[in-house]
């Protein structure tokens, strides 16, 4: 049984990871490549997102796996042949259970572990293509738009790096608005460091608005600063989710104030990282004891399976109920173990229930009365 539930967590992880994969491939996609950058960078990212996808899937897959292998035997009347040979659903419950803590087991390596690496180093890569000149600016024969009133054009970037036919048009100002065009042009750095661009050869047309009074200047070598033109990095230094769990949990109010948050945030973050595998196991014990409540029926286990789907709806909801109390009052953080044993409650309950419905029933000893047949 332990084989089969592994077997089947597998495929259903590979399912669930390549569809959460591909939607957030499909965003990246255009915020990347649209942007102008390559697609190693594109690759890049998408391997980092890849830890927190399969956090995501763990459980649901772990569920899957667990509800569609107890089915199968119960439908191939595997179960009904076991549990003749004097099994319960409590000893049945151990390879499900060992299941669970290999799942949690991988879930805790992820949250404790990859998830926050993941996190931190997308966090640099997404703040060193924030200010990328080559990402956001050289593109050949399309029209920028890198700022708001800003239009910029190359028809053509040779080997060298020079900018051919250069077109640039600023209309950020309210009085007037400036076209530039220039043969050639390339990119400098200014002695402040401020990135800078040298045009050749060109005209600066000047449109006052208030006349429309329209004058052309004709220039050798003009250099304008396009170091507003190029994003700069204005988030913070880190995050809760990407600060190793020893550190969330021994310099908390430091790190509340580092990442701005509140301690009992700081707190939530650090304790459901070991609540998530707890929730992996749940979810496994749940998908099957829900499905041993069930007596035979030629309708299958439809309605167990419905059943088991609302128990994992009810303990996430119970998961967010909890989260806010916690968030502003870091003494609560206990509250965040709440769903996991509410999870193992109801499946010893279920279970319970399970073992009284398949309890073989006594038979009535029949003594007959003098003069009477047996």
Not at 13 to 35: E, P
Not at 120 to 149: C, D, K, N, V, W
Request: net charge neutral; hydrophobic share 45%; glycine share 6%.
């Amino acid at each position: 049984m332990l084989s089969q539930l592994m077997v089947l967590f597998g495929f259903f992880s590979l399912v669930l990871v390549m569809v959460y994969w591909v939607n957030r491939a499909v965003s990246l996609f255009g915020d990347l490549i649209a942007d102008g950058h390559s697609g190693g960078i594109f690759i890049e990212f998408m391997l980092l997102s890849l830890p927190p996808v399969v956090s995501i899937v763990l459980p649901i897959a772990a569920f899957a796996a667990s509800v569609y292998v107890v089915n199968r035997s119960s439908n191939d009347s595997e179960l009904t042949v076991v549990q003749a040979t004097g099994y319960s659903p409590w000893r049945l419950a151990r390879p499900v259970l060992v299941f669970g803590l290999i799942i949690g087991a991988m879930m805790a390596v992820l949250a404790h572990v990859l998830v926050p690496l993941a996190h931190g180093q997308l966090r640099e890569r997404e703040a060193e293509i924030s200010g990328s000149i080559s990402a956001r600016l050289l593109h050949e024969g399309t029209f920028l738009h890198p700022a708001r009133g800003v239009t910029f054009y190359i028809r053509e970037i040779s080997p060298e790096g020079e900018l051919r036919n250069v077109f640039l048009s600023d209309r950020r100002q309210a009085d007037r608005e400036v076209t530039y065009t220039a043969v050639t042009a390339y990119i400098t750095r200014s002695e402040s460091d401020a990135t800078m661009l040298t045009m050749v050869e060109g005209t600066a047309q000047t449109l006052r608005r208030s006349d429309k009074a329209l004058s052309i200047t004709t220039f050798n070598d003009l250099t304008y600063d396009i170091s507003s033109l190029i994003a700069p990095d204005r988030r913070p230094g880190r995050r809760a989710r990407q600060i190793g769990t020893l550190e969330l949990l021994t310099d908390t109010e430091a790190v509340a104030t580092e990442v701005n948050d509140s301690v009992g945030e700081v707190l939530e973050e650090a304790h459901m990282r070991f609540e998530q595998p707890l929730l992996c196991v749940v979810a496994a014990l749940i998908g099957y004891a829900a499905l041993m409540t069930g007596s035979f029926s030629r309708f299958g286990v439809t309605r167990q399976i419905i059943g088991a789907i609302f128990l994992l709806v009810l303990i996430k909801v119970i998961e967010s109920t909890v989260s806010t109390p916690v968030r502003g009052n870091g003494a609560l953080w206990p509250l965040i173990y709440v769903p996991s044993l509410v999870g193992f409650a109801v499946t010893g309950l279920m279970l319970w229930q399970a073992s009284r419905t398949r309890r073989p029933r006594r038979r009535r000893r029949t003594t007959s009365l003098p003069g009477t047949a047996a």
